[in-house]
């Protein structure tokens, strides 16, 4: 099967890259799943290349798994190049978060996400990923909305459904 480049592992050679940096055997691991994630287009750390890691680290495959699976910065599942964070916490809640959630995921074309856990979607293209997220501490704002790294307060049905528009729009998706 022929992958899209951008959905692709990273090389042999680009693991090199980063981990010639931390030569010790087990030191500086996150810093390394860290900086290989970060270099992967699309944000994520495929499993090849923890298992490169772990044979050139000299480490059992569950250790990495250990580490990638406890700090929630790290994804295992390619990223949008945009993110879309919806607040579902009890005060956006109650000012209408779920319609916002359901207003992005109709504009998106997602189905919806499992609510436990901050469960994540990605759009087919990897345009868009929309995230849910227990709160930001802006309730005073509520609801609340994050659009890669500008938060957005009162937002609106109509409102987000531009943003996501003109999001799609500055990538030539539209
Ligand atoms: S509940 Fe949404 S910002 Fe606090």
Redesign the pocket.
């Known amino acids: 099967m022929i992958m899209p480049r951008e959905t692709a592992p990273l090389t042999e050679r680009e693991v090199d890259e980063v981990m010639a940096r931390y030569p010790e055997r087990t030191g500086d691991l996150l810093t390394i799943l860290e900086e290989l994630q970060e270099r992967h287009p699309l944000h994520y750390l495929p499993t090849v290349t923890l298992e490169m890691v772990a044979r050139k680290k000299q480490v059992p495959l569950s250790q990495i798994y250990s580490v990638v699976t406890f700090y929630s910065f790290f994804n295992l599942r390619p990223q949008g190049r945009h993110t879309i964070m919806v607040?579902?916490?009890?005060?956006?809640?109650t000012r209408g978060?779920k319609m916002l959630m359901d207003g992005v995921l109709a504009a998106t074309g997602s189905p919806p996400p499992e609510e436990e856990g901050g469960a994540a979607f990605t759009t087919a293209d990897y345009g868009i990923t929309v995230r849910t997220v227990?709160?930001?501490?802006?309730?005073a704002?509520?609801?609340?909305v994050a659009v890669d790294e500008d938060i957005h307060g009162h937002m609106t049905d109509l409102q987000l459904r531009r943003i996501v528009r003109e999001v799609l729009r500055k990538d030539g998706a539209e």
């Open positions: 607040c579902r916490g009890t005060a956006c809640h978060s227990a709160c930001f501490g802006q309730c704002l509520a609801p609340v």
